[in-house]
């Protein structure tokens, strides 16, 4: 008649010694870390199946599946056949890669820039750069799973790896690679950032310089200096850099519902096509995608796959040349130094190589409208990376909305408690200490 009463229900019904009418002990599944976790686990349905998340993605490893048998007997109850129909499998843990602690404080800090910042959505992702393992994985909004009836549906995906964005310019340390690579510049290479026009559309920067060097043009993020290198490339060379660093690809096969992302598959391509798609346009990525992509970057162009499942082993291959990606990871130091576009992404005592990025939303209809993603992705230490960090405020509207007001200050107080409980030795342990005791 009724099913998950409460118990209080159950004993009230059992005193009423209502003839035919029974009370069974039943169990429910109970999420100890709630909303911390919630859209990365899933949920199970009333009979205790997964439809969401890991419950699904590995439910028949969780569960199990029961054996059959068929057994005929003699008038004397002697067994005469015994046939398996079905042979059983035992349930098994899974046990994820997830650090509790290191959960806790991304969902914290996420879920307060959403809230202070009026956005829509955020997602943040950190991943140990040497395994591959994801570490920590939150969503905000985000819901309660002991809770399962008021469960808003928006909120049961994981849109970490769902949900897909135009990356803005957190491609562009890929494009530098590219150009590097093909020797179009050398790192002390000056390029001349004044605006110009494609097709009647004007290239231009948010804050204007004359010239700009290769490093610059990443502490700067400027659109005019990356559409320059991009417009002496072939658009093929374009997508070849970013497939070789796993954009348009599925990041691992552990997590439900991902998706590889939206590649342009134009025949021909403009001088306006090639600027824009240098700097993060006509292509849509998911939020792991890119913290894969600097996690690449942070094992200087050695690739694997990401993993949710502790201790998974993996091969790797190396997708692009150690140097060219060492050097530019070395340049991506500056975007978070004095006059660099990501400074408020700095951790004190450590050198953390971070792009930010901002870019416009579509419509339903195709169409780009005031509305924006902003993004600070990155990894720390420089001097021997351990994790990638991505940051992704979907929609903010309380007035900013560059990534490098408003993700790169979350990177910055995530990174700096990763590191600390990580007990992650500083570059220059000796100025750490200083610092420690003035401020005392």
Same mark, same amino acid.
């Given at each position: 008649? $009724?099913?998950?009463?409460?118990?209080?229900?159950?004993?009230?019904?059992?005193?009423?010694?209502?003839?035919?009418?029974?009370?069974?002990?039943?169990?429910?599944?109970?999420?100890? &870390?709630?909303?911390?976790?919630?859209?990365?686990?899933?949920?199970?349905?009333?009979?205790?199946?997964?439809?969401?998340?890991?419950?699904?993605?590995?439910?028949?490893?969780?569960?199990?599946?029961?054996?059959?048998?068929?057994?005929?007997?003699?008038?004397?109850?002697?067994?005469?056949?015994?046939?398996?129909?079905?042979?059983?499998?035992?349930?098994?843990?899974i046990n994820l890669s997830i650090d509790i602690r290191l959960q806790t404080i991304l969902y914290r800090e996420l879920s307060h820039a959403v809230n202070f910042n009026k956005a829509k959505s955020g997602t943040a992702i950190l991943i140990n750069i040497k395994t591959g393992e994801i570490? $920590?994985?939150?969503?905000?909004?985000t819901y309660n799973p002991n809770n399962f009836k008021k469960i808003p549906m928006e909120f049961l995906r994981n849109q970490a790896v769902t949900d897909m964005f135009e990356p803005g310019s957190t491609v562009k340390p890929m494009v530098i690679m590219k150009a590097l690579q093909k020797?179009?510049?050398?790192?002390?290479?000056?390029?001349?950032?004044?605006?110009?026009?494609?097709?009647?559309?004007?290239?231009?920067?948010?804050?204007?310089?004359?010239?700009?060097?290769?490093?610059?043009?990443?502490?700067?993020?400027?659109?005019?200096?990356?559409?320059?290198?991009?417009?002496?490339?072939?658009?093929?060379?374009?997508?070849?850099?970013?497939?070789?660093?796993?954009?348009?690809?599925?990041?691992?096969?552990?997590?439900?519902?991902?998706?590889?992302?939206?590649?342009?598959?134009?025949?021909?391509?403009?001088?306006?096509?090639?600027?824009? &798609?240098?700097?993060?346009?006509?292509?849509?990525?998911?939020?792991?995608?890119?913290?894969?992509?600097?996690?690449?970057?942070?094992?200087?162009?050695?690739?694997?796959?990401?993993?949710?499942?502790?201790?998974?082993?993996?091969?790797?291959?190396?997708?692009?040349?150690? &140097?060219?990606?060492?050097?530019?990871?070395?340049?991506?130091?500056?975007?978070?130094?004095?006059?660099?576009?990501?400074?408020?992404?700095?951790?004190?005592?450590?050198?953390?190589?971070?792009?930010?990025?901002?870019?416009?939303?579509?419509?339903?209809?195709?169409?780009?409208?005031?509305?924006?993603? $902003?993004?600070?992705?990155?990894?720390?230490?420089?001097?021997?990376?351990?994790?990638?960090?991505?940051?992704?405020?979907?929609?903010?509207?309380?007035?900013?909305?560059?990534?490098?007001?408003?993700?790169?200050?979350?990177?910055?107080?995530i990174m700096r408690s990763v590191l600390r409980i990580t007990n992650t030795k500083p570059d220059n342990l000796s100025q750490y200490n200083k610092n420690q005791i003035l401020k005392r």
């Amino acid at each position: 008649m $009724a099913r998950k009463v409460s118990p209080e229900i159950g004993e009230y019904v059992k005193k009423l010694h209502l003839p035919g009418v029974y009370v069974n002990e039943d169990f429910q599944r109970y999420y100890p &870390f709630g909303k911390l976790i919630s859209q990365l686990v899933g949920i199970t349905n009333i009979d205790g199946i997964g439809i969401e998340g890991i419950e699904k993605k590995f439910n028949s490893i969780l569960s199990g599946t029961p054996g059959k048998r068929k057994i005929r007997t003699d008038k004397f109850g002697n067994i005469v056949e015994n046939t398996t129909l079905i042979k059983k499998n035992i349930p098994h843990d899974i046990n994820l890669s997830i650090d509790i602690r290191l959960q806790t404080i991304l969902y914290r800090e996420l879920s307060h820039a959403v809230n202070f910042n009026k956005a829509k959505s955020g997602t943040a992702i950190l991943i140990n750069i040497k395994t591959g393992e994801i570490l $920590a994985m939150v969503n905000s909004p985000t819901y309660n799973p002991n809770n399962f009836k008021k469960i808003p549906m928006e909120f049961l995906r994981n849109q970490a790896v769902t949900d897909m964005f135009e990356p803005g310019s957190t491609v562009k340390p890929m494009v530098i690679m590219k150009a590097l690579q093909k020797k179009i510049i050398t790192p002390k290479s000056i390029i001349n950032t004044t605006p110009f026009i494609i097709n009647k559309h004007i290239i231009h920067d948010v804050s204007q310089h004359e010239k700009l060097s290769v490093t610059e043009i990443l502490k700067k993020s400027s659109n005019i200096g990356i559409s320059k290198l991009a417009l002496l490339m072939k658009a093929s060379e374009l997508i070849d850099i970013y497939s070789k660093f796993g954009l348009g690809k599925l990041t691992t096969q552990d997590l439900l519902g991902e998706k590889s992302g939206i590649y342009p598959k134009r025949k021909y391509w403009s001088d306006l096509d090639k600027a824009t &798609f240098s700097f993060g346009y006509g292509l849509m990525v998911t939020p792991l995608q890119l913290s894969n992509v600097y996690t690449i970057i942070g094992r200087y162009g050695l690739s694997k796959p990401l993993s949710i499942i502790k201790n998974k082993k993996s091969a790797s291959t190396q997708v692009f040349p150690k &140097f060219f990606v060492k050097t530019v990871l070395k340049m991506l130091e500056s975007v978070s130094e004095p006059g660099g576009i990501g400074i408020k992404a700095a951790v004190e005592g450590y050198k953390i190589a971070v792009k930010t990025g901002t870019a416009k939303k579509i419509n339903s209809k195709g169409k780009y409208v005031n509305r924006y993603i $902003a993004y600070a992705v990155g990894v720390a230490p420089v001097s021997n990376p351990k994790f990638s960090l991505i940051v992704m405020i979907n929609d903010p509207r309380s007035g900013q909305y560059y990534g490098g007001t408003i993700s790169a200050p979350v990177f910055s107080s995530i990174m700096r408690s990763v590191l600390r409980i990580t007990n992650t030795k500083p570059d220059n342990l000796s100025q750490y200490n200083k610092n420690q005791i003035l401020k005392r």
